[in-house]
């Protein structure tokens, strides 16, 4: 069973940066599209960032343009490069696998974000 384990969360400020990590266990890492998901109290965790195995990317609307999804298949972990943050920002992110955009495994623990001055 792959485990997922998500850090590099924190408390920053608006329009601060943050490098989220996504380190993946097993040996199938690299077929697989990969994305970070955002949830917030009460909502449905959604898609914000996804790399394919072909490393082609797509972002949401809401943060195209501030944040980027690299991957190193050889360290097994993907990460998520987050500028000019914003408090709407502020959510538990969380990575996963997938394929067809159906999340491949279970959730890992995530990492908290918060945007706040």
């Known amino acids: 069973q792959v485990q997922l384990v998500e850090s590099g969360g924190g408390l920053v400020q608006p329009g601060g940066s943050l490098r989220l990590s996504c380190a993946a266990s097993?040996?199938?890492?690299?077929?697989?599209?990969m994305g970070w998901y955002l949830q917030t109290p009460g909502k449905q965790r959604d898609l914000v960032a996804r790399?394919?195995?072909?490393?082609?990317?797509n972002y949401a609307d809401s943060v195209k343009g501030r944040f980027t999804i690299p991957r190193d298949n050889a360290k097994k972990t993907l990460y998520l490069q987050m500028n000019s943050l914003k408090p709407e920002d502020t959510a538990v992110y969380y990575c996963?696998?997938?394929?067809?955009?159906?999340?491949?495994?279970?959730w890992g623990q995530g990492t908290q974000v918060t945007v706040s001055s």
């Open positions: 097993g040996s199938i890492f690299s077929i697989y599209a």
């Open positions: 996963n696998a997938d394929q067809s955009l159906t999340p491949l495994y279970s």
């Open positions: 790399i394919t195995a072909g490393r082609n990317t």
